[in-house]
């Protein structure tokens, strides 16, 4: 990481007073660690599908994981539906015809991270997915946010899969983030890359995007957050980016926890999205307030999804110290004049 690097949000962006947005105070069945939510306009509404880890506060051994839904008239307030959607169980049944070589249902550990994409009329939910065998990135099809049709499921080692919005050339994209463990010497160097699709399940021309090392503010990893918005400059996208300090010990609810997750901002090139075009050399927000600071993991913001109003205000939904869902808004065009510098 450089030295001359100065750690703060950028001014333009503004966290909403109500922060945090959504809690697990707000969820009408266990819920623990109420975080990580892919939010998107679908509908007539606003949806967010977020992640739920339920188990003890304060114990750092969580029992499970869920998927809950929150519908909005405004993006701030929330009505939780009665029942988590996507349980471990629901999770197991929906990728069943991918495990047939196992049929083994321990296989799959649980799904979370969601992030939510409208194409056509359709809304798809890209997901993270623990099993025994590697982490894999999963896109599913809602039309009614109950039932999910799985399309694909990466091979390990893969997650942090968004959509964007519309094909481009005709085939659909995505920005995700591999784990190469044996290439990079460090086991926590990752990069953003790509890939495209005719079909939204058979993902191909895989190329890299964004390495670690153009980020100044990263010294771990990166990986895409938000689902891309179209601008008439470019794509215009948030991700998380890592800094590990050896030096950092107790933060958290766990005995050790040495990251902080920042974010980044970046415009990938309207006809060829591989292509980043500008990106902030300096962070566009970075942990500062207590609900970000403090939780069950320290200094850790995780967009996951992005909204641009007709208004021109952008809003960034976010995962907060892995605890809780805030919102931050921007100007489209202040976040536009951010991405100025080729990285
Ligand atoms: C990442 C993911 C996220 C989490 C973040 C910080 O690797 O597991 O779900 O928010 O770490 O703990």
Same mark, same amino acid.
């Given at each position: 990481?450089?030295?001359e690097f100065?750690?703060?949000?950028n001014?333009?962006?503004?966290r909403?007073?109500?922060?945090p947005?959504?809690?697990?105070?707000?969820?009408?069945?266990?819920a623990?660690?109420v975080f990580?939510?892919g939010?998107?306009?679908?509908?007539?509404?606003?949806?967010?599908?977020?992640?739920?880890d339920?188990?003890?506060?304060?114990n750092?051994?969580l029992?499970g994981?869920?998927?809950?839904?929150?519908?909005s008239s405004?993006?701030?307030?929330?009505?939780?539906n009665?029942?988590?959607?996507?349980?471990v169980?629901?999770?197991?049944k929906?990728t069943?015809?991918f495990f047939?070589d196992f049929?083994n249902e321990?296989?799959i550990l649980?799904?979370?991270?969601?992030?939510?994409?409208?194409?056509?009329d359709?809304?798809?939910?890209?997901?993270?997915l623990d099993t025994?065998?590697?982490l894999?990135?999963?896109?599913?099809?809602?039309? %009614?946010?109950h039932?999910?049709?799985?399309?694909? !499921?990466?091979?390990?080692? /893969?997650?942090?899969? #968004? @959509?964007?919005? =519309?094909?481009?050339?005709g085939?659909?994209?995505?920005?995700?983030?591999?784990?190469p463990?044996y290439?990079r010497?460090?086991?926590?160097?990752? %990069?953003i890359?790509?890939s495209?699709?005719?079909d !939204?399940?058979y993902?191909g /021309?895989?190329q890299? #995007? @964004?390495?670690l =090392?153009?980020?100044?503010?990263a010294?771990?990893?990166i990986?895409?957050?938000?689902?891309?918005v179209?601008?008439?400059y470019g794509?215009l996208t948030?991700f998380?980016?890592?800094?590990?300090?050896?030096n950092?010990?107790?933060?958290?609810?766990?005995?050790?926890?040495q990251?902080?997750?920042?974010?980044?901002?970046m415009?990938?090139?309207?006809e060829?999205?591989a292509?980043?075009?500008?990106m902030?050399?300096?962070?566009?927000m970075?942990?500062?307030?207590?609900?970000?600071k403090?939780?069950?993991?320290?200094?850790?913001?995780?967009?996951?999804?992005m909204?641009l109003?007709?208004s021109?205000?952008?809003?960034?939904y976010y995962?907060?110290?892995?605890?809780?869902?805030?919102?931050?808004?921007?100007?489209?065009?202040?976040?536009?004049?951010?991405?100025?510098n080729r990285?």
């Amino acid at each position: 990481m450089s030295d001359e690097f100065l750690f703060h949000s950028n001014s333009k962006i503004l966290r909403h007073p109500e922060n945090p947005i959504l809690t697990r105070h707000d969820v009408p069945y266990p819920a623990t660690l109420v975080f990580n939510a892919g939010v998107t306009f679908y509908s007539g509404e606003y949806v967010c599908v977020f992640r739920n880890d339920f188990g003890e506060w304060g114990n750092p051994e969580l029992v499970g994981t869920n998927l809950g839904l929150a519908t909005s008239s405004d993006g701030i307030h929330w009505k939780v539906n009665s029942k988590p959607i996507w349980t471990v169980e629901d999770v197991i049944k929906d990728t069943a015809t991918f495990f047939s070589d196992f049929s083994n249902e321990s296989e799959i550990l649980r799904a979370y991270d969601p992030r939510l994409t409208v194409i056509e009329d359709q809304c798809y939910m890209c997901f993270a997915l623990d099993t025994r065998h590697g982490l894999r990135g999963g896109i599913a099809r809602t039309t %009614d946010f109950h039932h999910f049709e799985v399309l694909n !499921l990466s091979t390990p080692d /893969n997650r942090n899969m #968004v @959509l964007f919005p =519309e094909m481009i050339n005709g085939k659909y994209f995505r920005l995700e983030r591999p784990m190469p463990v044996y290439s990079r010497q460090m086991q926590t160097h990752f %990069d953003i890359w790509s890939s495209d699709s005719s079909d !939204l399940k058979y993902w191909g /021309n895989h190329q890299g #995007v @964004l390495w670690l =090392e153009q980020v100044p503010f990263a010294n771990d990893k990166i990986g895409p957050s938000a689902p891309p918005v179209k601008t008439r400059y470019g794509w215009l996208t948030l991700f998380h980016a890592v800094d590990r300090d050896p030096n950092r010990g107790k933060n958290g609810w766990e005995e050790i926890w040495q990251k902080r997750y920042s974010v980044g901002v970046m415009l990938l090139d309207l006809e060829d999205p591989a292509k980043v075009i500008g990106m902030s050399k300096e962070p566009l927000m970075v942990p500062e307030y207590s609900y970000e600071k403090n939780g069950f993991r320290n200094d850790v913001l995780f967009p996951g999804g992005m909204i641009l109003e007709k208004s021109g205000e952008v809003k960034i939904y976010y995962g907060a110290a892995d605890t809780v869902e805030c919102l931050a808004t921007a100007d489209v065009n202040d976040l536009l004049n951010l991405c100025v510098n080729r990285p």
